[in-house]
């Protein structure tokens, strides 16, 4: 069972930057940001492989977002910048299980924190 917590939400103006963090028991494995708004699918917004390596992000935040790992401190970062009221959502961390090397797919995340909630005013 792998343990994430995150952290680092909260309520921002068009514009400025916000940076999460996610505790997590173990950060070797391919773990992803994942957001949902109300009424709204789950949209995965950032994935970091195994490797650290190769990264996914969709072109909705693509040149915005930027996540990384620290595996000495077991923490996974989402680091957002220029944000948009349309990132208001609930922030998810996640990690695939152990056998996933890389996945894009919402569906292939098998562990997931409790959320944080970021709002973003105009």
């Known amino acids: 069972q792998v343990q994430l917590v995150e952290s680092g939400g909260g309520l921002a103006q068009a514009g400025a930057s916000l940076t999460l963090s996610c505790a997590a028991s173990d950060v070797s494995l391919t773990m992803a940001w994942i957001r949902q708004a109300p009424g709204k699918e789950r949209e995965l917004v950032a994935t970091?492989?195994?490797?650290?390596?190769?990264?996914y992000y969709p072109n909705s935040v693509k040149g915005r977002f930027t996540i990384s790992k620290d595996n000495a401190r077991n923490t996974l970062y989402l680091q957002m910048n220029s944000l948009k009221p349309e990132d208001s959502a609930v922030y998810y961390c996640a990690a695939a299980r152990p056998d996933i090397i890389y996945t894009t797919s919402v569906l292939e995340y098998t562990y997931w924190g409790q959320g944080t909630q970021v709002t973003v005013s105009s």
């Open positions: 970091i492989a195994m490797d650290g390596y190769s990264k």
